[in-house]
């Protein structure tokens, strides 16, 4: 019984998939976060993650994605460093430049509200080009559908879509998604979840729980 090493960048051996990547291994950022078996769908033509999809990244804000997550291609985490003055009449920012209008507007940079870390849960899906604002925070196993622009938190197993991102459908009621919380399949050994990724994927929350009372129980 064997899985996927975590600690390979690309994960597979399939021609078909060379251009996927075990995200945790490429990152260097130390604003950047990354669980294990969180994968990114390159398609071979942006360039490192952390430079092509991770943008403004020169703030101290951080960006923390869970385990197990799929990123498909082209999504985009925007950070708070790329944010415009909005407290006045004008949102050029004029800090950029250097001289003068640097000097003039400095303090008027820094007062720009941040909006914190971005920060992604576990098993969460984001379809092609999706983006993501500042300071948003993903639920576990939520589905970001392709092309969206996620600009508020999205809660836990819900679907959203659009521009702005707005709920779809939530996979799950309540106490299914409090299960599936508690169960945090994510977290089990390698052994467990390779064992059981045929009911991860297809089973109930209900059994899911099961397991994890399981685990907790030896």
């Known amino acids: 019984m064997s899985a996927p090493d975590p600690a390979r960048l690309h994960p597979t051996t399939r021609s078909d998939l060379d251009n996927v990547v075990f995200l945790r291994n490429q990152v260097t950022s130390e604003f950047i976060e ?15 993650f952390e430079s092509a999809n991770v943008l403004y990244n020169y703030g101290t804000q951080r960006l923390v994605i869970g385990r197990f997550c799929a990123i498909g291609p082209g999504v985009r985490f925007v950070m708070p460093a790329g944010q415009h003055p ?36 576990n098993d969460v899906w984001f379809g092609r080009e999706a983006a993501v604002l500042p300071g948003v925070s993903v639920g576990d196993g939520a589905v970001i559908a392709a092309y969206s622009v996620v600009a508020s ?38 052994e467990l979840i390779t064992r059981h990724a045929a009911e991860i994927m297809g089973g109930t929350p209900a059994r899911l729980a099961e397991i994890a009372a399981e685990l907790r129980g030896q």
């Open 34 to 48: 990354v669980g294990e078996f969180t994968y990114y769908d390159d398609e071979g033509t942006r360039g490192p």
């Open 86 to 121: 909005m407290a006045g009449p004008s949102t050029f920012p004029f800090t950029m430049f250097g001289g003068s209008w640097t000097d003039n507007t400095l303090d008027t940079f820094l007062a720009i509200p941040s909006n914190g870390d971005t920060v992604v849960g």
């Open 153 to 190: 938190d999205v809660e836990p197993y819900t679907v959203v879509g659009g521009n702005p991102a707005q709920p779809i459908r939530v996979r799950y009621g309540p106490e299914d998604v409090r299960l599936l919380r508690e169960a945090r399949w994510w977290d089990w050994p390698v």
